[in-house]
């Protein structure tokens, strides 16, 4: 009845489409289907006319650039190439393997389970009896290690790394014929090895071991994988990265066989698909639509591979193909950090579109270099830090020259908001030791959300080199259900929980089947001070519904504020979760009655205060319940000194937490003003106090000589004098009697800045 539904349901479009695939897949499967062969005489064929379209083309000039300019480069091949034809190898975030003598292509490498050898529909690794992950075993086929094999052939001329590139894609052949076993289920899969080959091939033309005999046995695989890609987009089954990465492969293929038939309609859907997802996928700020910060590099990877062999085969895209990858760019110069790493928000999927050199994203530095050059953008230079070894892969040496006069621009905003996606992006600055904070006031994103998490209203914090505030990562995708629930949990991040429930249910590994709805709020800047909120309704559906907003004052170069409230009605369980960076060692931990403050011994302080009783506790490395756990890379989670703090009270409530990532000595005093329902607190270091004050009613109180009237204020006394002022949806504000700021509607946001005399602004 469901299957019913569904097909009910569907547009024409897709239900051809299934109808088609379901056609193709069922006389494959009875042996029916026809198999795409390469062109005749392949060997000499790809010496002709493919090797111009390629990358680089026969790359003149280029070794000697690396002998020349990058010897270590080619030490650093040599050294790797020498650990693979030992069959050594390190598949995502595992420690290094060796496959054996005789690799066995469907043996999981690190576990040593082995995949039966069924037809490629039979498969589900989602729901898997064994318990199997099928990402190990899919990484390891995508032979991403081969053209680092055949690249240390054409550096070096050592041939026997060009004959265990061309052995080790042999014995894959005989191994994998066409649509039985795990390795052809995933037409992603099959893709992204695609392209290991065509870089493999390209790299090895010149070496003894790729023969005529070999050079046709390997393009009839070729050709048939790129077939079956063709025959199986995931246009409605994964209308994601995997079309995306799907369609990149099928029109590199096509773009450099193009005038083989079956190559030219490979390209000409490639290429309309590319189109149609740059703006279907990617969100009108340029962020990745599925939240992810390892997918929006995986895309936008894609799309740069795709850019640059249509420049150089003179083929046309719409301009909106340009301006969406262009805009992916300037989000990933604001999300790469301080020490030009990449922080895991959403799911970290552990490998890469392209790994020529790089074998991961967590720095996209060759991406930045690749896009510096291709939309001649100086703050990619900058940020990239220096060139990338895979710019000379795919540019040459052209792109070397290209790279080497362009001027390096270093960005000039602070503060940068992609509200289509929900992140809000403040730095202290653009060089090593400055800070970072990423603010996430988003939802799930596009479909189903499935690489999203749980984590509306959370932060990252980076300072000094370290992350002091962190992103869960991901761990595992398959097989350990408890560790993937775990690591996309509200929990697991830097938010808040109410009645120990996810901001959103889960439906599944890569479902949720409920989702909430979130926004930016007010967002202002003055001098020294930078002010923005967000909030969301993912709580509405308990009983008694809750609203959680969250607002975020950045006192520039000093500390964050973090104002957390909650409008709504009965009892509740607000669970605050703070999970500090690996690195992060406390030294100092001091629990009160309404909070608790964390001193890390290199500087860090972590404080909170809230508006009834708090009980706090730190889970490091806890199983019983999972807690205290953080994932650098797939396949790898580490413990973390994760702090919870749990405030039973009815709401309306609040708290505020104070983040400075070196203020030693700071002190945070709770106040008790008159009037109102109100949380206020005392921020007191070397001879300034900062008092936050958040008045749940908008009432008129009286703290601390001050009388004002509206919803937030953050104001600054030095000397004994008032400095600065912001106030947030504010009437009044009277300084020991005297008026600072007085007005018949509550405006947005009211500053001021006393240097000697108070000027204010009201907007």
């Known amino acids: 009845m469901q299957t019913l539904k569904r097909l009910l349901s569907m547009e024409r479009a897709e239900l051809r489409h299934r109808i088609r695939a379901r056609c193709y897949s069922e006389s494959e499967r009875f042996g029916m289907a026809s198999i795409s062969h390469s062109p005749p005489l392949f060997k000499t064929y790809l010496a002709g006319e493919p090797t111009r379209r390629f990358y680089g083309g026969s790359r003149p000039g280029l070794r000697e650039l690396f002998r020349t300019e990058f010897p270590g480069w080619i030490e650093r091949a040599a050294n790797e190439a020498a650990d693979l034809c030992r069959h050594e190898i390190r598949i995502l975030n595992y420690a290094p393997v060796n496959l054996g003598s005789t690799i066995d292509w469907h043996c999981d490498p690190i576990t040593g389970q082995k995949w039966e050898r069924e037809f490629w529909t039979n498969y589900d690794p989602e729901h898997d009896t064994e318990g199997r992950d099928s990402k190990r075993v899919h990484e390891l086929n995508r032979h991403q290690h081969l053209p ?53 091939i390209f790299l090895l033309q010149g070496s003894e071991s790729f023969d005529r005999d070999t050079a046709q046995l390997i393009g009839d695989s070729l050709f048939a994988q790129l077939e079956h890609v063709y025959r199986h987009t995931s246009q409605y089954s994964s209308p994601n990265t995997h079309l995306i990465g799907e369609a990149t492969a099928l029109f590199i293929a096509g773009v450099v066989f193009r005038d083989d038939r079956r190559a030219k309609q490979w390209l000409d859907h490639a290429a309309a698909v590319l189109a149609h997802e740059s703006e279907t996928q990617i969100l009108r700020d340029g962020v990745y639509g599925e939240l992810s910060s390892w997918y929006h590099c995986y895309a936008l990877d894609c799309y740069l591979q795709v850019l640059v062999l249509a420049d150089r085969n003179h083929f046309v895209f719409p301009d909106v193909v340009r301006e969406q990858v262009a805009r992916m760019l300037r ?41 510096a050059v291709v939309f001649g953008c100086g703050e990619c230079k900058f940020q990239a830090g220096g060139l990338c070894e895979e710019l000379l892969w795919l540019l040459g040496r052209d792109g070397y020259e290209m790279h080497r006069k362009l001027e390096s621009v270093r960005p000039v905003e602070m503060q940068m908001t992609f509200s289509d996606a929900g992140y809000t992006i403040q ?11 990423i603010f996430d006031s ?50 697991a991040h830097n938010s808040v929980t109410i009645d120990e429930r996810d901001q959103a249910e889960a439906g599944g590994t890569f479902r949720w089947a409920t989702r909430w709805s979130a926004k930016s709020g007010f967002q202002a800047e003055c001098p020294g001070i930078q002010y923005f909120e967000g909030e969301h309704d993912g709580y509405l559906a308990l009983a008694e519904g809750v609203i959680h907003r969250r607002r975020i004052l950045h006192v520039v170069g000093e500390y964050w504020l973090v104002a957390d409230d909650f409008r709504g009605a009965g009892q509740h369980t607000f669970d605050f979760s703070f999970h500090p960076g690996r690195d992060v060692k406390q030294s100092g931990f001091q629990t009160y009655t309404d909070g608790f403050a964390a001193h890390d011994e290199a500087g860090f302080l972590l404080t909170m205060r809230a508006s009834g009783g708090v009980a706090t506790e730190c889970l490091t490395g806890s199983t019983l319940p999972i807690g205290g756990w953080a994932s650098a890379g797939y396949g790898e989670k580490g413990p973390v000194a994760s702090i919870r703090a749990r405030l039973r009270t009815t709401a309306p409530a609040a708290a505020m937490t104070f983040l400075a990532p070196s203020q030693t000595n700071a002190k945070l005093r709770k106040l008790s003003p008159a009037g109102g329902k109100v949380l206020s607190c005392l921020y007191e270091n070397e001879g300034r106090e900062d008092l936050a004050v958040f008045c749940r009613d908008g009432c008129p109180i009286e703290i601390d000589g001050f009388r004002m009237h509206g919803e937030f204020f953050w104001l600054r006394r030095e000397g004994g004098r008032l400095r600065q002022v912001v106030a947030i949806r504010a009437l009044s504000l009277f300084d020991l009697g005297e008026p600072v700021f007085q007005q018949v509607e509550p405006g947005p946001h009211f500053s001021a800045h006393n240097e000697p005399g108070v000027a204010g602004s009201n907007s």
Do not use: M
Not at 152 to 166: C, F, H, K, Q, S
Not at 342 to 356: H, K, Y
């Open 427 to 437: 730095r202290t600055g653009w060089e090593p030791h400055d800070s970072q904070l």
């Open 442 to 491: 988003g939802g799930l994103g596009i479909s189903t959300g499935g690489h999203a998490h749980a984590d509306a209203l959370s932060l990252s914090l980076f300072a000094g080199g370290r992350e002091l505030l962190v992103d869960p990562g991901t761990f595992v995708y398959n097989g350990a259900p408890e560790w993937r629930g775990y690591f996309r949990s509200t929990r």
């Open 331 to 371: 989000f990933l110069v604001h999300l790469t950090r301080p020490d030009r790493t990449i922080p895991l928000l959403g799911d970290d999927d552990g490998g890469r579109a392209l790994a020529l050199a790089n074998t991961t994203y967590r720095s996209f530095g060759d991406g930045l270099c690749l896009g």
């Open 148 to 200: 680092r094999l055949a690249k240390a052939w054409w550096l070096t001329g050592e041939e026997r790394y060009a004959t265990e590139a061309v052995a080790q894609i042999v014995g894959w052949i005989d191994q994998n014929p066409p649509h039985r076993g795990i390795n052809w289920q995933s037409s992603l899969e099959i893709a992204i090895r695609t392209i290991s080959w065509l870089w493999t």
